[in-house]
């Protein structure tokens, strides 16, 4: 199993337009790995799309992706849906046009997620029905394609509230890997299988590299309340005992820069004496 990190950023790309911190401004100047664009990710050989930030089609682009099959939306929030109009030239017939529409993919989504990202905005909801074949699916739902078994989960974004967010779980010969791209505060980590890799959400750092505070206890109480911070993130790979965990979600307002993050993975994983990553735009993963 292949796995490509298309983009490893989060709600806000790096660099971020109008932002002039060091962080930013070695981004513009060096790209990729720096830079960052919004969270997807894609899994060769059954062509799995995970997400649809705005840059999705730059990021296709950039790594080669010349078919996709199946496009699965981990949840509704923008940053992660916005990008969905990218079906358009995924299914788009070749010339000469009969019609408009070609082969188009598969797009998986929860039926929360269908609810408030396709069917509440009339925009993507005309996409999705023009240019996708969409397959809803409950909790533990699970479908096989070219020999890979993809598994449902969901879970709330707040405790106690309802499922609305999806994560997928893969296994083949090879081994097993959980994509759970963001949110994943209230995932039931008891009931995953051993996992080679784990690609997940980092959480939110409270302070820079430097030690410059990034958030105040108050935003911690109270806007922060139902985000993961990344020492919980970091608690719940040390319970899971992955093979191998890839950090992802990795927003602009953290104030870390590619090579910050590969200090700390070498760190960590020496101090943890876990396998731990941190992802950048085109990174490559096998399990």
């Not at 070695?26 to 919004?38: H, I, N, Q």
């Not at 509704?76 to 990218?86: K, N, S």
């Not at 598994?151 to 609305?164: D, K, R, S």
Request: aromatic share 6%; charged share 25%.
């Amino acid at each position: 199993m292949d796995i490509t990190i298309l983009g490893s950023g989060g709600n806000a790309p790096t660099p971020m337009p109008t932002c002039d911190c060091r962080v930013c401004v070695e981004a513009r100047e060096k790209g990729v790995p720096y830079a960052r664009r919004g969270n997807s990710t894609f899994v060769h050989g059954i062509d799995l799309l995970v997400d649809t930030p705005e840059l999705v089609w730059h990021s296709l682009d950039c790594e080669g992706i010349d078919s996709v099959e199946y496009v699965f939306l981990s949840h509704f929030h923008a940053d992660h849906t916005l990008g969905l109009r990218t079906l358009q030239a995924l299914g788009m017939e070749e010339p000469p046009l009969t019609d408009f529409v070609g082969d188009v993919p598969t797009l998986l989504m929860s039926p929360v997620t269908y609810e408030r990202a396709i069917e509440a905005n009339t925009v993507l909801k005309h996409v999705v029905e023009t240019w996708a074949d969409l397959e809803l699916l409950e909790d533990g739902d699970s479908l096989t394609a070219e020999g890979v078994t993809l598994t449902h989960l969901t879970a709330p974004i707040q405790e106690g509230g309802e499922n609305t967010i999806s994560a997928l779980l893969l296994e083949d010969e090879h081994g097993t890997a959980l994509l759970s791209p963001d949110e994943n505060r209230h995932l039931d980590l008891d009931s995953l299988p051993a996992l080679d890799l784990w690609v997940k959400e980092a959480g939110y750092f409270t302070e820079t590299p430097a030690g410059d505070r990034l958030v105040t206890p108050v935003a911690e109480r109270d806007a922060l309340a139902p985000e993961l911070s990344f020492e919980e993130s970091l608690a719940q790979v040390r319970a899971v005992e992955p093979g191998r965990t890839v950090f992802t979600e990795l927003e602009e307002l953290y104030r870390r820069s590619h090579d910050d993050y590969r200090a700390l993975a070498r760190t960590l994983t020496e101090r943890e004496g876990l396998d731990i990553a941190f992802a950048h735009d085109g990174m490559m993963l096998s399990v």
